[in-house]
């Protein structure tokens, strides 16, 4: 991609009983458009008996997005909802005002050898937003716009762009989108780019100016109107990005926010456990202590 202003390398991070490829936030660049956290799972091969196990925890500010592709997850939250989300389909959680929800392996998979490898992403809400209701919403893959254009595979996971609109119900002007190859394609995508823009390669490479990308790495435009670059065989890219926020946000743990003040009433409202339950989970994820967690502004 010309005029690259950024490369990020994901980082491993634990969160819990699973490693994850950290890619933001970044400490030179909190924030793609209004796209604040992105993790990569995987890819996991877990034998019988090892399981993904994150207990109840809460969230604020922000929607979660959900895109597997390989592997099955339980989300369950606490407005009642239980759905298996399998690879290809997305699952878009709105905090709002507060949710608490966990994420295990399914019951029919937990003593089966199988593999976990996907994307989580919190994109913070509008600061107008921040305390709507909170929903859930559960995209098919069949749901989600997809399209061939010069020998290019498309798919429109989340937001609008190309003329295309995903039925994920977003509160900002935003694009996740997937490309997929199988041939050697130049890839002239800019004048559809809008507001800050990141490319995320999972397979394969690009060359862009004599260089070539690699998988895991997340690369930021300085200009979306120069990107211009080839996808090599067998590549795999996400576009995403949208118009920023005015304002600045503050992140720690699973809280988002405009005013760290909301987020301290956050610690609270779950250290005191008046985040309402999960039905069917007893147990949750404790508030980590401030000197063991991410705390800073964005």
Same mark, same amino acid.
């Given at each position: ?17 699973? /490693?994850? =490829? ?18 990569? /799972? =995987? ?5 019988? =008996? ?10 604020? =500010? ?31 959680? %709105? ?54 254009? $010069? ?51 999972? $397979? ?77 989970? %007893? ?16």
């Amino acid at each position: 991609m010309s005029n690259i202003s950024l490369i990020i390398e994901e980082r491993p991070r634990n969160i819990g009983n699973f /490693m994850v =490829g950290r890619l933001l936030p970044f400490k030179d660049k909190r924030m793609v458009g209004p796209f604040i956290f992105i993790d990569h /799972m =995987g890819p996991a091969q877990m034998k019988p =008996g090892q399981n993904m196990d994150i207990p109840p925890h809460p969230h604020i =500010g922000l929607s979660t997005l959900t895109y597997l592709f390989e592997g099955n997850i339980v989300h369950k939250d606490s407005l009642g909802t239980e759905v298996e989300i399998k690879p290809g389909q997305v699952n878009w959680m %709105t905090a709002g005002k507060g949710i608490a929800h966990s994420e295990r392996t399914p019951a029919y998979l937990r003593q089966a050898e199988k593999s976990l490898h996907g994307l989580q992403i919190w994109v913070a809400l509008p600061k107008h937003l921040e305390e709507i209701e909170p929903t859930f919403h559960h995209s098919d893959t069949a749901d989600l716009p997809t399209w061939d254009q $010069d020998g290019i595979a498309y798919t429109l996971i989340a937001g609008s762009i190309m003329g295309k609109t995903s039925p994920v119900p977003v509160y900002s002007p935003l694009y996740f989108l997937q490309l997929k190859n199988t041939s050697r394609q130049t890839v002239k995508i800019g004048a559809e780019l809008y507001g800050e823009a990141g490319l995320y390669i999972l $397979d394969g490479s690009i060359e862009s100016e004599g260089e070539i990308f690699q998988p895991k790495e997340l690369l930021v435009a300085k200009n979306n109107q120069l990107c211009e670059f080839t996808m090599n065989e067998n590549t795999t890219i996400y576009f995403f990005g949208g118009e920023p926020f005015p304002e600045e946000r503050f992140i720690y743990w699973n809280f988002v926010a405009s005013d760290y003040q909301r987020i301290e009433q956050a610690k609270q409202q779950w250290l005191d456990q008046k985040f309402a339950p999960v039905p069917g989970e %007893t147990d949750f994820v404790p508030l980590p202590g401030e000197s063991d967690h991410l705390k800073h502004r964005t």
